[in-house]
């Protein structure tokens, strides 16, 4: 049998998907508490940011909206991959209860299924609200046909880059089962870092944040391309248009290391 | 059934060779701060072949290597040594493939959704098999019916009782026809009429469609009644490989004659049996398994005044109890 390409993929994920949705309306009234309470909690997160910008004129030359944009367009990236692909965080869970072993003998690949597995809606809140933030920056915006480009470029590729840490971190339970909070510390840590102008911390951070951990290309270099802002830290120009090849590796580096965490796997007892 | 008759012209349907897999332990020891990284031989030199249409009985006490081998023809584990071939294909390189022509129930958990009717998992498994409509509405209908599962299609899983649930789990791994069905514990915690309609039911589907049946388990009822075949596994190798029968006479197991005679006597002497047990009237004499009982019978009963007289076939546990407890079964203990 040929090797499938990506459509009957995508099909099964959302098959597996819609059936988690059905089994989770089977209590709607703990769906709908959670939904909630999922998108006031983030919602608060720039509600304290609104708060800061009450007492302060700009946050290091970056005006409220500016700051908008930065964190509107870093939460969406992260909203986009955790609701597609943030089960993939618990894979330790899997692996300790055996689940790991029952999807490996399915005929779907293993990393499809862990990312499908116990799809919530729930996690809408985030993407609603991050949503919201995201276009009130973009009012703020001047607009021409190339920051149009490079504004949904960005948006993919910065669903790529959480994609790739996500599965990337998440793998590191493949050694140690129980590293789901050092996994946390990367991807929910980086986008909180980078819903602020990356100039209010130290250069070592900046640097950290594109060459190791490329962050920065989630929204920074490109919302400065956005701002049309010339580059506070001096980094070239070029890579405020980099952010699809970072993606794109972030991915691609994740991917071999979530093969080699598979051929390492020893399962559990029993 | 075309591509099984393929698989067999080409050699056994499950072939394994020189098998071994290494886990790293890390293990405390007293005064060091490290801890010391030990390399634990879960199962080594394992060869066996399984050819299509055999009922084929996995045995071997806690930690032998049982969940380990099966894990490694199911493609989940990759071996550190030695070769694995199911129908032909590689299982840790091929896996995905490979789950297409296998069907796994590990006994103690569940694939199915906890919370939605049965009807919907089987619906998912459908698409996830890419099974064509008729075909899944064929295979669904004879297992619901075989197994008894009519009404409870639309019932949540969660309400389901054990036994309930198992049958589906079996339904679930038998949708797709495969080739081979692995049983991993699979009347654990069943009740004796559900177990007994279970085994029907493998013993049927090996009939009727010549599915392969690995079983591991605990419960030699289980493969008394359904395997002509018994691969027995210590201590991470293959200590037994032939037929129940076999395995009696390898274990030295013996049969049991219990005689009454009508008054208390001294310690019954004929040739060829030894006594055990001497209870009053009664006595047990033991012979070899594979001897005949007749000449013995016939002895006693010229010699004494026989009431009644019964043979115990031997106990199979004890069988491999024995076939344990041998020391030449084990590794050296310093192999790493």
Request: proline share 5%; hydrophobic share 45%; glycine share 8%.
């Amino acid at each position: 049998m040929a090797e499938p390409g990506p459509a009957p993929h995508l099909r099964t994920y959302l098959q597996i998907a819609s059936l988690w949705i059905r089994a989770a309306w089977q209590y709607p009234t703990s769906f709908v508490l959670l939904a909630v309470g999922n998108g006031l909690i983030t919602g608060l997160d720039f509600v304290g940011l609104w708060i800061m910008f009450a007492h302060l004129e700009d946050l290091d030359g970056f005006t409220l909206p500016e700051v908008a944009l930065l964190y509107g367009s870093a939460s969406l990236a992260l909203a986009v991959a955790d609701t597609a692909i943030g089960s993939v965080e618990r894979i330790g869970t899997y692996i300790r209860t055996g689940r790991l072993d029952q999807m490996m003998t399915k005929p779907v690949p293993l990393l499809l299924q862990v990312c499908a597995d116990q799809f919530t809606l729930r996690r809408l809140g985030r993407l609603t609200q991050a949503s919201i933030v995201f276009g009130w920056a973009c009012t703020y915006v001047d607009w021409t046909p190339t920051r149009v480009l490079v504004a949904v470029s960005m948006l993919v590729s910065g669903g790529l880059v959480f994609f790739g840490l996500f599965v990337g971190f998440s793998c590191v339970q493949f050694w140690t089962t129980d590293a789901t909070e050092f996994a946390n510390a990367f991807t929910y840590g980086g986008a909180t870092i980078t819903q602020y102008p990356l100039t209010i911390f130290p250069r070592e951070v900046l640097v950290g944040l594109t060459f190791v951990i490329p962050i920065a290309f989630v929204n920074w270099y490109p919302c400065l391309f956005l701002l049309g802002r010339a580059d506070p830290a001096g980094m070239p120009e070029a890579f405020q248009l980099a952010s699809p090849v970072a993606g794109v590796l972030t991915m691609a580096a994740a991917l071999l290391v979530w093969r080699s965490g598979v051929r390492h796997y020893t399962s559990t007892g029993s | 059934m075309s591509a099984m008759s393929a698989t067999s012209a080409r050699g056994p349907l499950i072939d394994v060779r020189d098998l071994e897999r290494t886990f790293d332990v890390r293990r405390r020891v007293e005064g060091r701060r490290r801890r010391v990284r030990d390399s634990v031989l879960a199962v080594h030199d394992l060869t066996f072949s399984i050819d299509a249409g055999e009922m084929v009985g996995y045995i071997g006490p806690n930690g032998a290597g049982k969940s380990t081998t099966i894990k490694m023809l199911t493609g989940i584990l990759v071996p550190t040594g030695g070769q694995v071939r199911v129908a032909g294909l590689d299982p840790s390189r091929d896996r995905v493939e490979l789950a297409r022509r296998i069907g796994v129930v590990f006994g103690q958990r569940s694939t199915l959704w906890w919370d939605l009717p049965l009807r919907d998992s089987f619906e998912l498994l459908q698409k996830m098999y890419r099974i064509s409509r008729a075909r899944y509405r064929d295979n669904l209908e004879r297992f619901v019916d075989l197994l008894d599962l009519g009404d409870q299609l639309d019932t949540p899983v969660r309400q389901l009782s054990l036994g309930q649930r198992m049958r589906g789990d079996i339904t679930a791994a038998l949708l797709h026809d495969p080739e081979v069905l692995y049983l991993d514990e699979p009347t654990i915690g069943l009740d004796v009429v559900s177990k007994g309609r279970l085994r029907e039911f493998l013993r049927a589907l090996n009939d009727e469609r010549g599915t392969t049946l690995v079983l591991t388990t605990h419960d030699l009822q289980d493969i008394e009644a359904l395997c002509d075949r018994v691969i027995v596994i210590d201590h991470g190798t293959s200590v037994y490989d032939g037929s129940l029968t076999g395995l009696h006479a390898e274990g030295g197991s013996s049969r049991t004659l219990v005689v009454d005679l009508v008054d208390e006597a001294p310690p019954i002497l004929v040739p060829g049996a030894t006594v055990r047990r001497v209870d009053g009237p009664r006595q047990w004499l033991s012979f070899p398994a594979d001897a005949s009982a007749a000449p013995i019978v016939a002895a006693v009963a010229a010699s004494y005044d026989v009431a009644d007289l019964s043979i115990q076939e031997p106990d199979i546990e004890d069988v491999i109890r024995e076939l344990y407890s041998r020391p030449e079964g084990r590794p050296p203990a310093d192999q790493r």
